[in-house]
């Protein structure tokens, strides 16, 4: 049960990064600091007076920047690489003791789940923008503070059903991928009069 739970918050939090690194962090290092849960000994990495500040002060500033249509595509396009080495860094923590390969196993796995988030936050970002109203980028960036705040909770008291949530939500964005692929391939290729 210990490798399944350690796979559910490696999953869950890699994939919550990808969506807001700063406020997983946060998570993390809170719930270390005030003891929500009991936590193996490698999370205490995040119960950290630095790492803590910048995460919550980092969240907060995101937390803002995420509301304005176009400034919000900026700051995902400057994420494009933070989140996922962020969803990395994570991942490999949750490992506590490891062999160097199953450390970069570990952190291709969060770092690789954490860009498929980020690249779905993203682009779902970058279409409200073309909405002249603000209402619907607001809805989602409170809708993404909430879902990241329920992952990483979830991670923390059921990390097994975390793993089968960000399971289900990478086959969806597989899925979806695919089929965007496939029209777009298809409006390509079609004849042309």
Do not use: C
């Not at 289900?168 to 290729?189: K, N, Q």
């Amino acid at each position: 049960m210990d490798i399944i739970a350690t796979l559910g918050r490696t999953v869950g939090f890699s994939f919550a990064a990808g969506v807001n690194l700063y406020a997983t962090v946060a998570i993390l290092g809170l719930s270390e600091r005030f003891g929500w849960v009991s936590l193996p000994p490698q999370f205490r990495v995040f119960d950290n007076d630095a790492i803590l500040a910048i995460a919550i002060v980092m969240y907060v500033v995101e937390f803002f920047a995420d509301k304005v249509p176009y400034l919000d595509s900026v700051w995902d396009l400057v994420h494009t690489v933070i989140r996922p080495v962020g969803g990395a860094f994570i991942a490999v923590a949750t490992l506590g003791d490891a062999s160097p390969e199953y450390e970069v196993l570990a952190a291709l796995l969060g770092g690789s789940i954490a860009a498929g988030s980020h690249l779905t936050k993203t682009s779902t970002r970058a279409m409200a923008n073309t909405s002249p109203e603000p209402f619907s980028n607001w809805l989602l960036s409170l809708g993404e503070d909430g879902f990241v705040v329920g992952l990483g909770l979830l991670a923390l008291y059921h990390p097994v059903i975390a793993l089968v949530v960000a399971v289900v939500l990478l086959v969806a964005i597989g899925v979806f991928a695919a089929a965007i692929v496939r029209s777009v391939r298809r409006w390509l290729l079609r004849p042309r009069a």
